[in-house]
């Protein structure tokens, strides 16, 4: 994991240290509500439905045991005991008071954290696959460049007052699992023919209101220039991007009206400026950012354990979890374990204080100390000895975090909705519970095999429900709730955007609305054809007639 | 009257801003007068300006590339901020500074507010006319603190 050097320390406690005066300053009236608002957004701070909320930075996802537990005493101490795991891999705190906001991120500074551009129109934590430098199928590990990212977007003063937000994510190749073609600029790892290491460049990809599929514009873009073509883009895009209307200020929208040719000849002219210059990053520090995520230490573990494998012999719900939530490590004898954030009847994505100590303690018995956060919400413990899955399990079965649906339909993706966030135009917490509880049947969701499923309370589309393969949308009619399904949205190389089936429902339908859908599926499958590609091969003619008796 | 803040001090300032196609420009710069012309405006009179009394500010849209033959001998070049929150004006500032190699003053006027006068300073502005609410000296001690390690954090010499 990377370690912050002097600068990085000094950096989040002038911050602290800044936004404190700040905050005093607006309490105290000298420094107006329009004023202070980009600056608390800057540092995390929205103004939400019952109280203010603070979104914490997770670079890339990855957390230290320790830090875990700073999260959880913040919890505790400064919230109501529990924290929400967002879709872009930071965590969120409900129940925060503004006047303590300055003290929360100074606890955060102790541990290496801070709230930096969570929100606000400037570039928002860098994302990457949960999985990165453990995968066994990954061209290379994308960290090194998200840490040097991070570092250069950090208080970058020419890119802090952008048109709109702007979201970065990189993936280490072979499978996406970073969503890169949903991104403002996704970054794709490559190695050329003669062994050069860069990067696929994807832009104007993203969700919310005007969702769409990046495009890619740059084949390979050696690793040297990243931050020469970044920067590009990101001028590209603060000098011409729209400001008069803030549903078209996206980059997306920038690079429709330009065309991705035209989009493309800027940003190329603007680099020609740097390309080759002074901003190219150099070897050393290639090297230096590599030396802190290169892992050298596995102790030999045996690739055959014959306690792990009395132990799936012996019981069918520890084989299970295993199926579902047990993935390829690189390295023979280790495993990547995912625990489980969507115990039914618990909202998606939250976890209580005293899991995140808990997870704390698993990941330093078998994880060498190391969490990660995936953006379907769920904690990732990266470096576990497949002889240690046993004990493991009966960890993460004490603390409510075994539940074996990584993948399947109750591991669905959520925002917190209308029960919390004052943009929501319906709640989706209630709706994410009845759908898990009325498919509660393990066997059944086995049998159903893979399915993503993603809900979201507003079209600004937080849990991310374009790219479920069934979606949830919900909407306001005349001051009441309802609910628009889409199908056939997908991540990864075949990114697609899910289509509206038709009339939005009542929450109370959406179960049974489910449930037509699976059923047609269940009925139509080949053998082992998975849900969205059954829909991709039928149409979605078949599931509309279910739903709508016909008459869609 | 807001205040001048130049190169760290506040400063008197002899500098008249002209809003947009006023008449008489040339006469007035003959008869003594120090403007601060509109891109169009300096552009139109270019030929006739007296480059020590003539000088130019720039809308957030404006094309900085325009001044280039000429930018080594413009004094001043402001870059207008009309909302705090419009942020192309730090690329302009960039450009100017950091790409073009303009060694002038170069200036922020508008919604100049005391929370972004240090990211301004990073872009290269060094003289500010703040927005006539903001406190001097809290602009003064923002200029002179801020962050110690500003950016961009260790990876860029």
Redesign the interface.
């Known amino acids: 994991m990377y370690r912050y050097?002097?600068?990085?320390q000094?950096?989040v406690e002038?911050?602290v240290a800044?936004f404190r005066d700040?905050m005093t300053r607006f309490l105290d009236g000298r420094?107006g509500e329009d004023?202070f608002r980009?600056?608390r957004l800057q540092n995390g701070l929205y103004v939400q439905r019952h109280a203010p909320m603070l979104r914490v930075a997770i670079p890339y996802g990855t957390l230290a045991a320790y830090q875990l537990r700073k999260l959880a005493d913040i919890a505790r101490r400064f919230d109501r005991g529990y924290g929400h795991f967002t879709t872009r891999s930071n965590i969120q705190f409900n129940w925060v008071r503004l006047e303590e906001a300055p003290d929360i991120l100074a606890e955060l500074a102790t541990v290496q954290m801070h709230a930096i551009q969570t929100s606000g129109?400037c570039i928002r934590n860098i994302t990457t696959d949960p999985f990165a430098g453990v995968a066994a199928d990954e061209l290379f590990d994308p960290r090194p460049y998200c840490e040097?990212v991070?570092?250069?977007s950090?208080?970058?003063?020419?890119?802090?007052?952008?048109p709109r937000k702007f979201k970065i994510a990189f993936a280490g190749g072979a499978e996406d699992r970073a969503a890169v073609r949903f991104h403002d600029i996704g970054a794709l790892a490559r190695v050329a023919d003669d062994g050069r290491i860069g990067f696929e460049i994807f832009v104007g990809g993203g969700l919310g209101r005007t969702p769409m599929v990046g495009r890619s514009m740059r084949d390979f873009l050696p690793r040297e220039e990243l931050?020469n073509y970044f920067e590009a883009i990101l001028?590209v895009y603060?000098?011409h991007g729209r400001?008069d209307n803030k549903y078209k200020a996206r980059i997306k929208i920038l690079v429709k009206d330009l065309t991705l040719e035209g989009f493309t000849r800027e940003v190329e002219d603007e680099w020609a400026?740097t390309r080759g210059g002074?901003?190219c990053?150099s070897d050393a520090?290639f090297r230096e950012m590599e030396a802190f995520f290169a892992r050298h230490d596995y102790a030999p573990a045996a690739a055959d354990d014959p306690g792990y494998r009395a132990a799936l012999a012996g019981s069918r719900a520890f084989a299970r979890w295993v199926e579902r939530n047990v993935s390829a490590h690189r390295e023979p004898g280790y495993a990547v374990v995912t625990l489980s954030l969507k115990k039914t009847g618990v909202p998606p994505g939250d976890a209580t204080a005293e899991q995140m100590d808990g997870v704390a303690e698993l990941a330093e018995r078998f994880s060498a100390g190391e969490i990660r956060v995936s953006h379907e919400q769920n904690l990732v413990l990266p470096h576990v000895a497949r002889r240690d899955l046993p004990a493991l399990w009966e960890g993460a079965r004490a603390l409510g975090m075994a539940t074996p649906n990584i993948g399947l339909l109750t591991d669905l993706v959520c925002c917190p909705g209308g029960d919390f966030c004052s943009l929501a135009n319906a709640r989706s917490v209630p709706v994410a519970a009845a759908i898990q509880q009325r498919f509660d049947d393990l066997d059944y969701l086995f049998d159903l095999g893979p399915l993503e499923l993603n809900m979201s309370g507003c079209v600004n589309a937080c849990g991310h429900h374009h790219i479920g393969h069934i979606g949830i949308l919900g909407v306001d009619k005349n001051n009441e709730e309802w609910y628009q399904v889409t199908l056939g949205g997908r991540e990864g190389s075949q990114a697609a955007l899910g289509r509206v089936i038709g009339p939005s429902f009542a929450a109370g339908q959406i179960p049974d609305v489910i449930a037509d859908l699976l059923e047609v599926y269940v009925g139509v499958r080949h053998e082992g054809e998975p849900f969205i590609d059954a829909l991709e091969r039928v149409g979605l003619d078949a599931f509309k007639a279910r739903v709508y008796g016909g008459a869609a | 009257m807001s205040t001048l803040i130049r190169h760290g001090k506040v400063a008197d300032d002899h500098w008249q801003w002209i809003e947009g196609d006023v008449p008489r420009v040339v006469e007035r710069l003959e008869a003594g007068e120090h403007l601060v012309l509109p891109l169009a405006v300096w552009s139109a009179h270019r030929a006739r300006l007296d480059p020590l009394r003539a000088s130019v500010w720039l809308g957030p849209d404006d094309v900085p590339e325009t001044l280039l033959p000429w930018l080594a001998g413009i004094p001043l070049v402001a870059i207008h901020f009309p909302v705090f929150t419009d942020g192309r004006g730090y690329s302009l500032a960039h450009l100017l500074r950091r790409r073009h190699g303009y060694t002038g003053e170069l200036r922020a006027v508008g919604d100049v507010l005391v929370d972004q006068l240090a990211l301004m300073a990073q872009c290269g502005i060094d003289s500010f006319r703040l927005r006539a609410d903001q406190p001097p000296a809290a602009a003064l001690a923002a200029l002179a603190g801020g962050l110690r390690s500003p950016w961009p954090g260790s990876v860029v010499p």
């Open positions: 050097k002097q600068a990085d000094r950096l002038d911050r800044q700040q420094l004023e980009p600056l129109n040097i991070r570092q250069w950090t208080l970058a003063p020419e890119f802090l007052f952008l931050l001028r603060n000098r400001r400026w002074p901003g990053i520090t």
